[in-house]
């Protein structure tokens, strides 16, 4: 769970909220000290448009596998991330694929 502050310009009153995050949209920005920041569902939110949660904050809370497909999400996104045709290579996209790794080297 994750605490917000909100503090009410009248009465100087300061409400805090816990939110849990459910899922990483997969937006990510640098912010003014150079740290990235990912798009965040809360649980119980229905707008589209998440907030946005720093690095250390998403660690701390367990996210790390998470953030790590994201930003391999945004580096196929930018065909940044390029892996060379090889027998290797290929097995393994057939696996993650859910195909047996034989029909890259043994069929024709």
């Known amino acids: 769970a994750y605490e917000i502050s909100f503090t009410d310009e009248e009465s100087g009153k ?3 909220v816990k939110k849990v995050v459910t899922e ?3 937006g990510r920005k640098q912010n003014k000290s150079k ?3 990912y798009e965040v569902k809360y649980a119980g939110s229905t707008t589209d ?3 946005f949660l720093p690095l ?4 701390k809370m367990g996210w790390e596998k998470a953030m790590k497909a994201t930003d391999l999400k945004i580096a196929q996104r930018a065909g940044l991330y390029v892996r060379p045709l090889s027998t290797k290579n290929v097995e393994q996209h057939l696996e993650d694929c859910g195909l047996a790794r034989e029909f890259g080297t043994h069929y024709r």
């Open 49 to 51: 448009n998440g907030d």
């Open 24 to 26: 990483l949209l997969g």
């Open 14 to 16: 300061i409400t805090k």
């Open 35 to 37: 740290e990235y920041e």
């Open 56 to 59: 250390k904050t998403l660690k």
